[in-house]
């Protein structure tokens, strides 16, 4: 059975910095076409955040590139996004989510395998 953890969230104040991790159980990396974080704020739909196709490349909502990296450890099993200069918009529970189909970057309902989620506020 596929499972996927996230963990590193918190509490931080605008301008700082957190990473999450997301670490797949039941299976290796190698079964998914793509990876990704989304995040969904109170009252609002789930969003793509950040993501790796079928060939390794790396796709950002607009409203995080040049400030959220994704990386992933292959050996480790495990899923990175790194957050900096955090914002209080960016307050929401973000989830690590994966398929085996190659679906396009941002396509929320496609993807079958989520984690728990992990809850990130930033403050003002």
């Known amino acids: 059975q596929v499972q996927l953890v996230e963990s590193g969230g918190g509490s931080v104040q605008s301008g700082g910095s957190l990473r999450l991790s997301c670490a797949a159980s039941?299976?290796?990396?190698?079964?998914?076409?793509?990876m990704g974080w989304f995040r969904q704020a109170p009252g609002a739909e789930r969003e793509a955040v950040a993501g790796?196709?079928?060939?390794?490349?790396?796709y950002y909502a607009d409203s995080v590139d040049d400030r959220f990296t994704i990386s992933q450890d292959n050996a480790k099993n495990t899923l990175f996004l790194q957050m900096n200069s955090l914002q209080p918009e960016d307050t929401a529970m973000y989830y690590c989510?994966?398929?085996?189909?190659?679906?396009?970057?941002?396509?929320?309902?496609?993807?079958?395998?989520w984690g728990q989620g992990t809850q990130v506020t930033v403050s003002s």
């Open positions: 989510a994966a398929d085996r189909v190659c679906w396009p970057f941002g396509v929320v309902e496609k993807y079958n395998y």
């Open positions: 039941g299976s290796t990396f190698h079964m998914f076409c793509v």
């Open positions: 790796f196709d079928s060939h390794g490349r790396e």
